[in-house]
């Protein structure tokens, strides 16, 4: 296996057969972490003498009777796990606990490495990524977007191939907004289901620990394990007898979709226009029922303007009183709120919330699962940093009645907008369905075993300026994921090309004042194969927004060190392909 395949369950099963070891995996994924070089996917930097230790230990077991053995996986530094230390992201209220969550307890059991703790919006409060102390996670899809949150460092993780799947937390969409600004797949199992006993609580009624992993099959592998009844948990349920096992949807499902008026982007119309193409393609394989999405609007708008609020309150009480600047500022604002709710509110809230819920149902009743866009749109950094409250509120317009309702969800890639964006739609089915979500996603997906995103959804224009064009060492593994070349491009004159030291010879794209226009290839790469793609990229090189001689943008290699040590500027020759041929007439002479 090589880094580009990243570390999936699926590729390291087959390594472990043929008699790879668990010691040599932690070090790849350690070494991908450091050229990866973001530390703030982490809390506390990757556990990097744990990881080391429980590997070598692992050694002496059987990988036939471990189902995650030698599995890497990351977890959202809100779950407590044994010796480490629980930040919540906010230093202020860290401690560290004698024993793991059951959760982590059952998944090191398995024969699962953990990593390390990941970055999340403080106390789970938001779906941005951005309300972290420890720094914003790096969208490795879009750089000057926001990684979502609140699990922004666990799909960042698994987004970028440094871990096979981790573990987040889902209140409000957090297990779920997240997956699809990252572009991976986003498990959010019924409430009780997975014990979330040894979590802080964001609002303790309703939150549950979720899956990011790269595909459906391996998303349900890790709830397989993850999941049982915790009678030290009061709010833990054993799910009905059979729930989980699978159980091939063999017949078109009937999709329920929210009504023309009912859908909003915000005025977005790239995002827009990729749902509509994504209904458009799934209609060949499903029914599409447009349904009144009414209840679970108002559903969804109960969850911060009702007492559920007090919730969040109630966890961080104390700090609150005593350590209030310990708080994130728009968290503080949040929490703070939820003193002034009284219990007239709450219980009125709770009968409105029950008469939605009896509404909900009515909807889904003649349908086998809702399909609805993940988030509306993907914002950027600036946006949220002009107005946090008002953009994380709305990217949480198909998300925050799921839980509230009872519901169970399945967020998975729908490939990329117009303007190369990631994009995703959600299954959402009732509590305990999440085999039968599954089973909806294999089928639209047209194959059991590895579901992903249909080949007809759109997939993500790259412009590539070295060896993956055609012709060249590294164009063969882009046709192995499915890439199609597209056309030639030119650059906008704003770019230097260097040639970066090292093997094999690779070239750097900056943006520079003084720059010059460069040529390049336009790959189509399709949905499923970006986040192989992305864990092959090495440092210091990224995906980013690369403007073309047209007058568009598009997402293409850049080099993210603007002066890296050893490196040559070769703008001069226009390309990579003329300085290739310069050095071969040297060589030659």
């Known amino acids: 296996m090589t880094e580009r395949d990243g570390?999936?369950?699926?590729?390291?099963?087959?390594?472990?057969?043929?008699?790879?070891?668990?010691?040599?995996?932690?070090?790849?994924?350690?070494?991908?972490?450091?050229?990866?070089?973001?530390?703030a996917i982490w809390i506390g930097g990757p556990g990097a003498e744990r990881l080391l230790v429980r590997a070598a230990a692992l050694e002496g077991a059987d990988p036939e009777a471990l189902p995650l053995y030698g599995i890497p996986f990351a977890v959202k530094d809100n779950i407590d796990v044994a010796g480490l230390p629980t930040t919540a992201a906010c230093p202020a209220f860290a401690y560290t606990p004698d024993r793991s969550a059951p959760v982590v307890e059952a998944l090191e059991a398995a024969g699962a490495l953990l990593v390390g703790k990941t970055n999340l919006d403080q106390f789970a409060t938001g779906l941005v990524g951005t309300r972290s102390p420890y720094g914003v996670p790096r969208n490795p899809l879009a750089a000057d977007r926001i990684p979502g949150g609140s699990s922004s460092g666990s799909a960042v993780a698994v987004a970028a191939g440094l871990a096979a799947f981790a573990l987040g937390t889902d209140t409000a969409g957090s297990g779920r907004v997240p997956a699809m600004m990252n572009g991976i797949v986003g498990l959010k199992p019924t409430r009780g289901l997975v014990s979330t006993r040894g979590v802080v609580p964001a609002c303790r009624s309703l939150d549950c620990v979720s899956v990011f992993a790269t595909t459906v099959a391996e998303a349900m592998a890790v709830l397989a394990v993850a999941a049982g009844f915790d009678a030290e948990d009061p709010f833990s349920r054993p799910a009905p007898p059979g729930a989980l096992a699978p159980a091939p949807f063999r017949r078109p499902p009937r999709l329920g979709v929210p009504r023309e008026a009912d859908l909003d982007?915000?005025?977005?119309?790239?995002?827009?226009?990729?749902?509509?193409?994504?209904?458009?393609?799934?209609?060949?394989?499903?029914?599409?029922?447009?349904?009144?999405?009414?209840?679970?609007?108002?559903?969804?708008?109960?969850?911060?303007?009702?007492p559920w609020v007090a919730e969040r309150t109630a966890v961080v009480e104390r700090l609150l009183e005593e350590n209030p600047e310990a708080i994130h500022p728009v968290v503080r604002g949040i929490v703070a709120g939820g003193r002034s709710l009284s219990a007239v509110e709450t219980f009125r809230a709770?009968?409105?919330?029950?008469?939605?819920?009896?509404?909900?149902?009515?909807?889904?009743?003649?349908?086998?699962?809702?399909?609805?866009?993940?988030?509306?749109?993907?914002?950027?950094?600036?946006?949220?940093?002009?107005?946090?409250v008002a953009v994380n509120s709305r990217l949480g317009t198909y998300t925050n009645f799921v839980n509230l309702l009872d519901l169970s969800a399945l967020a998975l890639p729908a490939g990329f907008d117009s303007e190369g964006l990631p994009f995703g739609v959600t299954l959402v089915g009732q509590a305990f369905a999440e085999a039968r979500l599954a089973a909806i996603a294999?089928?639209?997906?047209?194959?059991?075993?590895?579901?992903?995103?249909?080949?007809?959804?759109?997939?993500?224009?790259?412009?590539?300026?070295?060896?993956?064009?055609?012709?060249?060492?590294?164009?063969?593994?882009?046709?192995?994921?499915?890439?199609?070349?597209?056309?030639?491009?030119?650059?906008?004159?704003?770019?230097?090309?260097?040639?970066?030291p090292g093997t094999p010879p690779r070239p750097g794209v900056i943006r520079r004042e003084g720059g010059a226009s460069l040529a390049g290839e336009a790959w189509r790469v399709p949905a499923a194969g970006v986040a192989a793609l992305l864990a092959g990229i090495p440092q210091p090189l990224a995906l980013g927004r690369v403007a073309l001689a047209d007058g568009t943008e598009a997402v293409g290699f850049l080099c993210t060190d603007p002066a890296p040590p050893g490196a040559e500027d070769i703008t001069r020759f226009g390309g990579w392909r003329a300085y290739l041929r310069s050095r071969a007439g040297a060589a030659a002479t």
């Open 442 to 500: 294999s089928l639209l997906a047209g194959a059991e075993a590895t579901p992903g995103p249909p080949a007809a959804w759109p997939a993500l224009e790259v412009v590539v300026f070295g060896a993956h064009m055609r012709g060249l060492p590294l164009a063969s593994e882009l046709v192995r994921l499915g890439a199609v070349f597209d056309r030639e491009v030119a650059t906008a004159p704003l770019y230097r090309l260097l040639a970066l």
């Open 350 to 388: 709770q009968y409105r919330l029950a008469a939605l819920k009896r509404a909900a149902d009515r909807a889904m009743a003649d349908v086998d699962a809702l399909l609805l866009p993940t988030a509306p749109f993907v914002p950027t950094l600036d946006e949220v940093a002009a107005e946090p």
């Open 265 to 306: 982007f915000f005025g977005r119309a790239a995002p827009e226009a990729a749902f509509r193409a994504a209904l458009e393609a799934l209609s060949r394989v499903a029914e599409i029922v447009r349904i009144d999405f009414a209840p679970f609007s108002e559903a969804a708008r109960l969850l911060y303007e009702g």
């Open 7 to 39: 570390f999936s369950i699926a590729s390291l099963r087959a390594r472990y057969r043929a008699g790879e070891r668990p010691s040599q995996v932690a070090r790849e994924v350690l070494a991908a972490i450091a050229r990866q070089a973001d530390p």
